[in-house]
């Protein structure tokens, strides 16, 4: 991935995508501030316009954060047909290249499948901590990820409800930042994420949060299955209840935010 800096807003793209348009609200923004840094990943389908909320809130409180777009996303649905979940992870090892240059330590912080490729990347690359919102434990049902490998070739399209918004192009929701639709063959790329996001998890040995809603899919099997699986020798979790699955959407955000806050805190007194 191509990376330029500038205050307020990035310009980044693999060589393949950087002639491609990126839909308003998806660009990936730095903004500068301490020398703690968060790296931002935004969960499947959606765009760094989802975790825009949490950015703010973050480097008002002296953080510098890059919340970043990952690969196939922000642009059109096709894009992911040629993106695989090893292109995620250099997503991730970019954004850390750039934070690098700039900040003392770097914090993950994915929201659902985000979190899955936080997670991933903390056992592999050097950060000071990882914050999973929302992440899935449990992968999809073994006939559908058979029939996506049997028809993923085929350019299939899975299409998400929009009945409500016509008129929004490739949004899904007015007040979410998503795809409508997204090639079935992606169903196998995030049971290979999962399947390597479980291989890692006891490798993570940095400070580790974990954030799920009571309501949202797996809830607390999700939760306690990672939890309990962290190598991290620190590892905190946070049950939510009635929030949405985008936690860092939820008009109850600021409580998830706070959570994150005081995580960071810690992490920096015990640099």
């Given at each position: 991935m191509l990376i330029e800096a500038t205050e307020g807003n990035i310009v980044t793209g693999t060589s393949e995508q950087s002639e491609l348009l990126t839909v308003p609200g998806a660009e990936p923004r730095l903004l500068r501030a301490g020398p703690t840094a968060c790296l931002l990943l935004h969960g499947f389908?959606?765009?760094?316009?989802?975790?825009?909320?949490?950015?703010?809130?973050?480097?008002?409180?002296?953080?510098?954060?890059?919340?970043?777009?990952?690969?196939?996303?922000?642009?059109?649905p096709r894009d992911l047909m040629r993106t695989r979940w090893t292109d995620w992870l250099l997503s991730v090892e970019d954004g850390l290249d750039l934070l690098g240059g700039l900040c003392t330590q770097t914090v993950l912080i994915g929201q659902s499948m985000g979190g899955?490729?936080?997670?991933?990347?903390?056992?592999?690359?050097p950060v000071a901590g990882v914050v999973a919102l929302s992440t899935p434990a449990r992968g999809f049902p073994p006939l559908q990820v058979l029939l996506a490998h049997l028809t993923g070739a085929l350019g299939w399209m899975a299409h998400k409800d929009v009945q409500?918004?016509?008129?929004l192009g490739s949004r899904r929701e007015a007040d979410y930042p998503a795809y409508t639709r997204y090639p079935v063959r992606m169903i196998v790329e995030l049971t290979r994420l999962q399947e390597a996001m479980h291989a890692s998890l006891p490798q993570v040995r940095v400070p580790a949060l974990v954030v799920q809603s009571r309501q949202d899919m797996g809830g607390l099997d999700d939760i306690?299955?990672?939890?309990?699986?962290?190598?991290?020798?620190?590892?905190?979790?946070?049950?939510?209840?009635?929030f949405d699955h985008s936690v860092v959407r939820d008009e109850k955000r600021q409580v998830v935010f706070d959570a994150i806050g005081e995580f960071l805190k810690k992490i920096e007194a015990s640099k």
């Open positions: 389908t959606a765009n760094p316009e989802e975790m825009q909320f949490l950015a703010e809130d973050l480097h008002a409180r002296g953080y510098t954060v890059l919340n970043a777009r990952l690969a196939g996303h922000g642009t059109t899955m490729i936080a997670l991933t990347a903390a056992a592999r690359f409500d918004h016509p008129d306690e299955l990672i939890h309990s699986a962290l190598g991290s020798a620190v590892k905190e979790k946070l049950w939510l209840d009635g």
